[in-house]
């Protein structure tokens, strides 16, 4: 149980397109999700966090024009990286969590994300 | 910055052996995880363990929490191959929101 899933697994676009991030939870409602970015041999850095329905809330240094976030639905959030460029190329890793699994996270698979 | 730091930041051992390894924090906590990331995939969670408790136990693995020195390590005993991985802490804090914060992550390579 508690499976989370990233659609696209790899992207790799031109730069100036935009590109979305899907994240879905499976086989829960999930009343949080997060997104992360990662790069090379790096810890997950916490890019925001949203919740069902409302705004998400984006860490400081984080564009919120650039990287939109929606969470629509308990089961769906995306993330797009709007007119990418080369320095946009990195990990991003969305997480849900469901409102009983205390503090721990469900992570999904990632997307790497290629700027040409 | 409230990121943990882990130490060491690369492990190589044998096939059999345990591996240690460390994390520290910097400030109050509600909870520390540890999750391990294969290379170019998502995290897998491997346990957590409350501010109240000192020590837990999952398998092969082993947890310690000394909250006076801010610190926790993670010890996986009889390793093997497959237990290859990044290995990262996370700390939970008081009215953050349910947020984790990671710390820098421990490479570990299990040789066979």
């Known amino acids: 149980g508690a499976v989370v899933s990233q659609h696209p697994s790899r992207v790799i676009c031109k730069s100036g397109t935009s590109v979305k991030i899907e994240c879905r939870s499976l086989d829960f409602q999930a009343t949080t999700m997060f997104w992360y970015r990662q790069f090379p041999k790096q810890s997950l850095m916490l890019m925001a966090t949203?919740?069902?329905?409302?705004?998400?809330?984006?860490e400081q240094g984080v564009e919120k024009d650039k990287f939109l976030i929606n969470h629509a639905s308990l089961t769906l959030s995306t993330l797009t990286v709007t007119s990418a460029h080369p320095e946009d190329s990195s990990f991003y890793i969305c997480s849900a969590r469901y409102a009983s699994s205390y503090n721990e996270q469900f992570f999904g698979p990632g997307t790497r994300l290629t700027v040409l | 910055s409230q990121q943990g730091e882990e130490d060491p930041q690369a492990l190589s051992i044998q096939e059999g052996e345990n591996a240690t390894m460390n994390c520290s924090y910097k400030?109050?906590?509600?909870?520390l995880q540890w999750y391990r990331q294969n290379s170019g995939r998502g995290l897998v969670h491997l346990i957590l363990i409350r501010s109240n408790e000192r020590e837990k136990h999952s398998g092969r693995l082993r947890v310690t929490l000394d909250t006076s020195k801010k610190s926790s390590s993670l010890l996986i005993t009889a390793s093997r191959a497959a237990d290859t991985a990044s290995y990262f802490c996370a700390t939970g804090f008081p009215g953050s929101a349910r947020q984790l914060t990671f710390g820098s992550g421990t490479q570990l390579t299990v040789l066979p």
């Open positions: 400030t109050s906590i509600n909870n």
């Open positions: 949203s919740n069902e329905g409302s705004k998400a809330t984006y």
